[in-house]
């Protein structure tokens, strides 16, 4: 069955970059079927949605991370990766990666794809941001 | 952005029966918001519940259904047992943004 397992450092300083990476295991990234995604959770606090990305490379991002994140797909490894630059201490939290699956929408007279809601998480791993 | 709601706590006793809500800041929540419920247990990763409104996983206790109810995304609890207790959240589509509720913390007692 699909497992999917965050990598990456469990510390980054503040203003730095935080990178992690998503091996998929048991499936693959470049299915037609599905989104990939990343997603949040403070300490004590709520799930937020980070953004997803398509095996084609096609992205949707959180309006308010937008600006300091970027998602990519590396089909030939099976993984996925997560940047978020100028990190501050609001951006330690549990980072999950998770699959996505896929649905329409209708804009302009076109139907798009977009992910929807979640089907398989990773364990999820701890990012502090301190100096 | 929207705002998805959810009722911060409730509590049921066991084998009660108890429905936990999920309302969107834009209006009536309609399946085309694809609404998906996740239980998530202190210490561990969401476990996806519902997806589509109403359809279970195969891990997916009977007891646990879902519903579109007076404008808003519904998950009922039919039967609670002690280890229902924990976090139930909902999730929201809204045309590629994706957006989670805050969250209902549920106490069997």
């Known amino acids: 069955q699909l497992q999917l397992q965050e990598s990456g450092p469990g510390l980054v300083k503040p203003s730095e970059t935080l990178s992690l990476t998503c091996t998929v295991s048991g499936g693959s990234v470049s299915s037609s079927s599905y989104y990939w995604g990343w997603i949040r959770q403070p300490p004590g606090k709520g799930l937020e949605w980070i953004g997803s990305i398509y095996y084609s490379g096609s992205t949707y991002y959180n309006p308010s991370l937008k600006s300091r994140v970027t998602i990519s797909v590396d089909t030939s490894k099976n993984q996925f990766s997560l940047k978020m630059n100028s990190v501050t201490a609001a951006d330690t939290a549990v980072y999950y990666c998770a699959r996505h699956k896929k649905d329409y929408f209708a804009r302009g007279g076109y139907s798009h794809i977009s992910p929807s809601g979640v089907d398989i998480w990773g364990q999820g791993t701890m990012v502090t941001v301190s100096s | 952005q929207a705002v998805v709601t959810q009722e911060p706590s409730l509590t049921v006793s066991p084998g009660g029966t108890v429905t936990l809500t999920c309302d969107s800041s834009?209006?009536?929540?309609?399946?085309?918001?694809?609404p998906y419920w996740f239980q998530q247990k202190p210490g561990q990763a969401p476990r996806t519940l519902i997806y589509d409104t109403s359809n279970q996983h195969s891990w997916t206790p009977a007891r646990f259904s879902g519903s579109l109810l007076g404008g808003k995304a519904a998950l009922t609890l039919s039967g609670a047992q002690p280890e229902d207790e924990a976090e139930y959240y909902c999730?929201?589509?809204?045309?590629?943004?994706?957006?989670f509720g805050g969250g209902t913390k549920l106490t069997v007692l």
């Open positions: 999730l929201l589509s809204y045309s590629g943004a994706v957006v």
């Open positions: 834009t209006g009536a929540v309609t399946s085309g918001h694809y």
